[in-house]
């Protein structure tokens, strides 16, 4: 076994993104951000890059992870958000400075004034009320894998993607049907 940490997962959506770096949650969970360090390079990998962190700050850091997805599979099964779930967003959506700008190719780029884990949560607090909020095109959804049940936007055009990620929780959900299949066959 590698003591490589597993790589994170790619996103368009920065607060699924941050979520699922914890994925499998009802299955084996695998831990994206298990140190302080794992989380500075999540952050930079994002473009937030941060210049120290804490112990203390990555439980914070987790607790808004946890709190967004929470957040966001309430909304996806058209239920409210709950109080505290609100409050933890809220409160570090407030705690950073960060702004952002309007980039020479038209893309919005955060700046980050202190380099600080709060206002790199700033922006991923910002990004989920912005998400949870109805903001964007495209409607909250779950991943229909049963180990998984990562939240993620779906901009399909019919607005029915089933899987967070086709390449990860879709094909492994078509390789078992394709292996059910064959047993069924020998059967």
């Known amino acids: ?17 941050f979520t699922g770096t914890l994925s499998e949650r009802r299955g084996e969970p695998v831990e994206r951000i298990p140190t302080p360090q794992r989380l500075m390079d999540w952050f930079a990998e ?13 439980r914070l850091a987790r607790g808004l992870r946890e709190a967004i997805h929470r957040a966001a599979t309430q909304v996806a099964q058209g239920a409210a958000v709950r109080a505290a779930d609100r409050r933890i967003i ?14 020479p190719d038209g893309t919005r780029h955060w700046v980050l004034p202190s380099s600080s884990v709060d206002d790199a949560l700033a922006v991923i607090a910002a990004d989920a009320i912005s998400l949870l909020t109805g903001d964007r095109d495209g409607r909250l959804a779950l991943c229909a894998s049963p180990t998984c049940r990562a939240a993620f936007l779906d ?17 492994r959900e078509k ?3 394709f292996r059910a299949r064959q047993r069924e066959g020998r059967g």
């Open 46 to 58: 994002q473009g937030l890059a941060v210049s120290s962190c804490s112990a203390a700050e990555l």
């Open 1 to 17: 076994m590698s003591d490589e940490p597993p790589p994170f997962r790619s996103g368009n959506v920065l607060a699924t993104t």
């Open 90 to 103: 809220n409160d570090r959506g407030a705690g950073g400075r960060a702004h952002a700008r309007l980039a």
């Open 155 to 171: 901009t399909s055009q019919s607005r029915s993607r089933r899987w967070c990620d086709m390449n990860t929780c879709g094909n």
């Open 175 to 177: 390789k078992a049907r």
